[in-house]
């Protein structure tokens, strides 16, 4: 896939994990995924920010936790905003929190912490000279982000009101579309449409920008939340790669609609999913 440079606001454009031991963090994921390292923090700096690349182009980032975070792992979604003081605004009068205040990222970009009225967090990223992930969609880069939600519709009153999301209802679950972003991915790639079309994609699908986890009704360890899915192309080859790196397997390679996914938890507790694409897949019945 050609790499991206800049989205549209309104699309998740960057994740990254906050670990408390980001070198360890480091080493597992180039163990995992293959990734390059770069600190992008100025020498003498207190943290450590190490931008993952896939040959030369940016996918992720392992960081130290922010300073007064607790020392948890976890992986974050950032969407791109044209304005993150807007986004903040807006997140407050939709019923959210401003977890941490727009601030600016030296020349990469300013960014906001939000939650929304469940205590789902999500960042947003007002761009500079960092335009998000260039390398998408392919093994070891992220190709979708998922809300786990026990009130599908209050998140539905709040992603609508700050991002301007409505859903798409499929036999899988819903999905979050961007109205309009299909024609961006169009320019962007002419023939997207017709090629997702005879892939047997159902119409409106080339608007879908991320994707709806409910949480069961009995699951009350769960919190909502964002979470992170890696392309992969062997899931049963990344979970036992994963486990050889000290990694936990939570939900082993299973066959889902369209894919193989499996559940990693990271040796300091940070939780993705990794998806395999397999067309053959098309009709599978979806876990429960």
Known sequence: MPERDG??????????????????????????????????????????????????????????????????????????????????????????????????????????VLADPEGAVICVWQPGRHRGARIVNEHGSVNFNTLATRDLAGAKRFYGSVFGWTTLALEAGEMWTLPGYGDHLEAATPGLRRQMAEMGAPPGFEDVVASIQPIAAGDRDTPPHWGVTFAVDDARAIAARAAELGAEVVVPPIDAPWTRMTVIRDPQGATFVASQFVPENRDVVPPR
């Open 7 to 112: 989205y549209i606001p309104g699309v998740p454009c960057w994740a990254d994990t906050s670990q408390p031991d980001p070198a360890a963090a480091v080493e597992f994921y180039r163990g995992l995924f293959g990734w390059e390292f770069e600190d992008a923090m100025p020498p003498g700096s207190e943290g450590e920010y190490n931008v993952a690349r896939i040959r030369g182009g940016d996918v992720a980032a392992v960081s130290s936790p922010p300073p007064g975070a607790p020392p948890a792992a976890m992986w974050n979604t950032y969407v791109w905003v044209d304005s993150a003081d807007d986004a903040a605004r807006a997140a407050r009068d939709a019923g959210g929190t401003v977890a941490m205040e727009p601030f600016d990222v030296m020349d990469a970009g300013r960014m906001a």
